[in-house]
């Protein structure tokens, strides 16, 4: 059965397809995204105080090495597809990143089936934002090197502030932070707010995100198969190295499938302001289109009930 | 009695709103001392920025400065950004009551 909440985001498409006037003031969906990643935070943060941190360390440092190597395993695959240097490591960029909504997804997905899951979780999709970011842009410098004879100078200190403070991991990092001082007890005054309604809310931002991913549907045509090939193709790979380091790291099932859905996702958020200014050469439609427009439709409907199999498969084949 | 009047020149940059940093820093540092900032949305025959999400945000930026400064600052503009960026501006004769203050 499809997630309820993926119901909303397929009405939103559906709204943009038939060119409905719906659309959410911006405003709100300012609000939706906040209190999203604020209660992402909160829930691991609440989860954190009971872990020992030296359990901790070598996921977080796991989870950074692979959203690094992504855009490295990436990127020669998009060049064989014909793209441009600077295309490529931006498009490899935005896989390398995450996706903090379909993290969601997947968790409540995880949830309705009664498969358990590290409820830290949320720790790995903070930390895993920047280093798909950084490689994507080595990437890209590396390529105008090759093809101009000198690239342009990255402002590192402007991107890294702009990464690490930014809303996303600002919000991420802080909710698991206040979480993890809070507790579950500390926490309970606020659950009325972030805890129980979290998943209405979730629906109500993919309704949005599904206005936004339909009209970047139409570009799909624009770019041709590429596109197609590497927003389907691409995260269903990824998936099995992101399951593959679960795995390694002795996961839990849902561990493990949630590991594969971050590898697996795509940012549309972080990733294009990023590239927008670290590669402004990079086609900014190409990648948002790729990851939003294919990739993110692609692992709501399909590609996590995969990721979810894929663990329970490696999960019955491994010796406990 | 009217009050006195003063010419200058407001410089309207239009620009994604990824540049806005970039754009408000590169302006201060030639010279201008006073912007307003608003988002906005709408289109080109090159495509729709509508706005609906973080990364498809649109920015206009309006500076009142004088001519000279509003000349350098829409060169460096056009150099830096213009061929990888959308970005489109305009320059209007405006009338100030402080001059001092631009």
Same mark, same amino acid.
């Given at each position: 059965?499809?997630?309820?909440?993926?119901? /909303?985001?397929?009405?939103?498409?559906?709204?943009?397809?038939?060119?409905?006037?719906?659309?959410?003031?911006?405003?709100?969906?300012?609000?939706?995204?906040?209190?999203?990643?604020?209660?992402?935070?909160?829930?691991?943060?609440?989860?954190?105080?009971?872990?020992?941190?030296?359990?901790?360390?070598?996921?977080? &440092?796991?989870?950074?090495?692979?959203?690094?190597?992504?855009?490295?395993?990436?990127y020669p695959l998009l060049r064989s597809l014909r793209l441009a240097g600077a295309d490529a490591a931006s498009v490899a960029a935005h896989y390398g990143s995450v996706s903090v909504v379909t993290f969601a997804v997947a968790s409540a997905a995880l949830a309705r089936e009664g498969i358990a899951y590290e409820s830290h979780a949320a720790l790995w999709v903070a930390v895993m934002e920047a280093p798909g970011l950084v490689a994507g842009i080595l990437l890209a410098r590396w390529a105008a090197r090759r093809e101009q004879g000198a690239g342009g100078t990255a402002?590192?200190?402007?991107?890294?502030?702009?990464?690490?403070?930014?809303?996303?991991?600002?919000?991420?990092?802080?909710?698991?932070?206040?979480?993890?001082?809070?507790?579950?007890?500390?926490?309970?005054?606020?659950?009325?707010?972030?805890?129980?309604? /979290?998943?209405?809310?979730?629906?109500?931002?993919?309704?949005? &995100?599904?206005?936004?991913?339909?009209?970047?549907?139409?570009?799909?045509?624009?770019?041709?198969? *590429?596109?197609?090939? $590497?927003?389907?193709?691409?995260? !269903?790979?990824?998936?099995?190295?992101?399951?593959?380091?679960?795995?390694?790291?002795?996961?839990? $099932?849902?561990?493990?499938?949630?590991?594969?859905?971050?590898? *697996?996702?795509?940012?549309?958020?972080?990733?294009?302001?990023?590239?927008?200014?670290?590669? !402004?050469?990079?086609?900014?439609?190409?990648?948002?289109? *790729?990851?939003?427009? $294919?990739? /993110?439709?692609?692992?709501?409907?399909?590609?996590?009930?995969?990721?979810? *199999?894929?663990?329970?498969?490696?999960?019955?084949?491994?010796?406990? | 009695m009217s009050l006195a009047r003063h010419p200058k020149t407001l410089l309207v940059i239009v620009a994604e709103a990824a540049l806005e940093k970039a754009l408000v820093r590169d302006a201060r540092e030639r010279g201008a001392q006073r912007w307003t900032v608003a988002e906005v949305h709408g289109a080109g025959v090159e495509g729709v920025r509508e706005g609906a999400w973080e990364a498809d945000r649109t920015i206009e930026l309006k500076l009142i400065c004088d001519a000279a400064v509003a000349e350098a600052i829409a060169e460096h503009v056009i150099a830096r950004y213009a061929p990888n960026y959308a970005v489109a501006l305009y320059f209007a004769d405006v009338q100030v009551v402080r001059p001092d203050r631009f």
């Open positions: 059965m499809i997630d309820v909440v993926v119901l /909303f985001f397929l009405l939103g498409v559906f709204a943009r397809l038939v060119g409905s006037d719906l659309r959410l003031p911006e405003a709100l969906y300012e609000t939706l995204s906040i209190y999203l990643l604020l209660a992402i935070g909160l829930k691991g943060g609440i989860e954190l105080s009971r872990q020992p941190i030296g359990l901790l360390a070598p996921q977080v &440092l796991a989870c950074m090495a692979l959203g690094f190597a992504i855009p490295f395993v990436l402002r590192w200190r402007e991107l890294a502030h702009d990464v690490l403070f930014g809303k996303s991991v600002l919000l991420l990092l802080g909710g698991l932070i206040i979480g993890a001082i809070a507790g579950e007890a500390g926490a309970k005054p606020i659950a009325a707010v972030f805890v129980d309604p /979290f998943k209405g809310v979730l629906a109500l931002f993919l309704l949005e &995100l599904g206005l936004v991913a339909g009209a970047r549907l139409a570009e799909v045509r624009r770019f041709g198969a *590429a596109v197609l090939v $590497v927003g389907v193709a691409v995260p !269903p790979v990824l998936a099995l190295a992101g399951a593959a380091v679960g795995w390694a790291l002795g996961l839990s $099932v849902g561990g493990v499938a949630l590991l594969a859905t971050l590898a *697996a996702s795509a940012s549309y958020i972080a990733a294009p302001t990023a590239m927008r200014i670290a590669v !402004p050469e990079a086609n900014a439609a190409l990648s948002i289109t *790729a990851a939003l427009g $294919v990739t /993110f439709p692609f692992n709501l409907v399909a590609g996590i009930p995969m990721y979810i *199999a894929l663990a329970q498969w490696i999960a019955q084949r491994s010796p406990t | -």
